[in-house]
């Protein structure tokens, strides 16, 4: 399948690290995953997005990208195409207006589908989708919901109401393909919904039977004496519910960061005032914490 990441922090930082040097970086895991690659990133509130169907580790753009990208707001993807042709329209993450979506998953029997979905969307959204996949549906499907709670392009939407969108969502796509598998060894084909959604303020992710795992603070910051938001919560778990910086990511990254395993049905968040939010599935605080050697094993 493929892969995600996903960045928010109070301070504009690089992910080169994450998408280029350590062993496990996306690039490398491009290898495995090589029907092309995007990163969104965030800009004076403004979403730039870089696309390309081409194999990020063979990719000189993206190398260049990963090295110049500094912002407080990153999502970046590695595709394994099962729904959709090999094109850039493609290609993860898609954006409408200040909204960028990736997903790790699949619709089971599409094609099938594909009409009874579309008519879901509201009709001034639909005409937005350009290319033929699933995850371009899903994203729409997704922003409908929330359009019905809230206007789209204000600023300041409420987690809460990016949850309720996303159960939605989520509730009525089931309904119509069937439940997501929650083994994310039953094959490409099976319907996963393992995303992450953005706004530049806002970052919700979905573990949808993909694996996803997420990181709020470090064993030891090497750069804690340079940083100026270093606090507490960047080396241990939050007792207020503010950190300082929130990573997604299908795979444990080597190096400083302790990951945390995400569950099926379970949502996690932070808010514009950079506040954790848990949703869906109840998972308590630890239980879930994995080491990189760990994770590696197991995905090995």
Known sequence: ?????GFRSVIPSQVHT????ADNALMVQSE???????????????????KSASTAIQDSLFQHVSGVVSSETVIAHLRKATQGELSIINTHPFQY?????A?????RNFSEHRDELRAKIAPKLKRFILGGTDSEVLFYLILTHLERRVELHRAGVSIEDAVAAIQETVEEV????GDY???????????????ILSNGQMMLAH???????????KHKCSVSHMCPSYGKECESPTEKGFINHMIFSSEPLQGENVWVRMVPGQIIGVDWRMQVGRFGTEVPMGENIVSFADAQSEIR
Do not use: K
């Open 1 to 5: 399948m493929c892969r995600l990441f």
């Open 18 to 21: 994450s998408l280029m040097s």
């Open 32 to 50: 495995r995953h090589p029907d092309g690659w995007g990163v969104a990133y965030y800009v004076a509130g403004a979403p730039h997005l870089i």
């Open 97 to 101: 207006g200040s909204w960028v979506f």
């Open 103 to 107: 997903h790790n998953g699949n619709l």
């Open 174 to 177: 089931c309904e119509i393909v």
């Open 181 to 195: 598998s929650h083994d994310d060894s039953c094959g490409p084909y099976e319907t996963y919904l393992s995303f």
């Open 207 to 217: 573990q949808g039977g993909q694996q996803l795992f997420y990181s709020t603070y």
